[in-house]
């Protein structure tokens, strides 16, 4: 059974493990560990900018004032693989915690997470995608959207949506 699980980084999204350890004891079980980061975004104009450091006016004949290397700029390209890297270590930290279990990860760059999931289902064609999910509905549902919403829409895999304990804790203490 090949399962795709999503993470985003966040706690919130690593409450799936538990369920990932218990599906890592079927016969069989290989994974797929997916991660989608934002696109790293770049110095706007207006934002504030690393201070340039100058040279005195004056100085005294023969004297050489040593300048600093200007700071190292990073290109899109750059920042994409640097993201993907860092996702992609952050994957393997979460793989070490399924040992003895086979573990694929990949790592995405993406404005669209949903899309990015869609795309790696079809890529991998997991059995099942186990996400997290807030549960939201109603009004939240309609103006935040649904990452999980849209991939179970998508019919590329079943989805397994996990509401963490800690969601349902706190939305019992509410009512």
């Known amino acids: 059974m090949k399962v795709m ?45 690393p201070p340039v450091i100058g ?41 070490s915690k399924l040992p003895g279990t086979p573990c694929d990860v990949v790592a995405d760059v993406s404005d669209d997470p949903a899309d990015a999931i869609i795309r790696a289902a079809r890529r991998h064609s997991p059995d099942v995608i186990v996400m997290a999910t807030h549960g939201l509905s109603g009004v939240a549902q309609a103006l935040f959207g649904s990452v ?13 949506l996990v509401h963490p304990e800690e969601v349902r804790r706190e939305r019992g203490n509410q009512r």
Not at 155 to 160: D, E, G, M
């Open 5 to 49: 699980a999503t993470f985003d980084g966040s706690a919130f999204s690593e409450a799936i493990l538990p369920l990932l350890s218990r599906l890592a004891q079927l016969p069989g079980a290989e994974f797929v560990l997916f991660s989608s980061a934002e696109p790293p975004h770049g110095v706007r104009d207006g934002e504030p900018r």
């Open 55 to 95: 040279v005195p006016a004056a100085t005294a004949p023969g004297v050489v004032i040593p300048q600093p290397e200007p700071p190292a700029v990073e290109t899109k390209e750059q920042a994409v693989e640097r993201c993907i890297a860092e996702r992609r270590e952050y994957l393997l930290d979460l793989a």
């Open 148 to 160: 999980a919403e849209r991939v179970v829409r998508s019919s590329v895999a079943p989805v397994l």
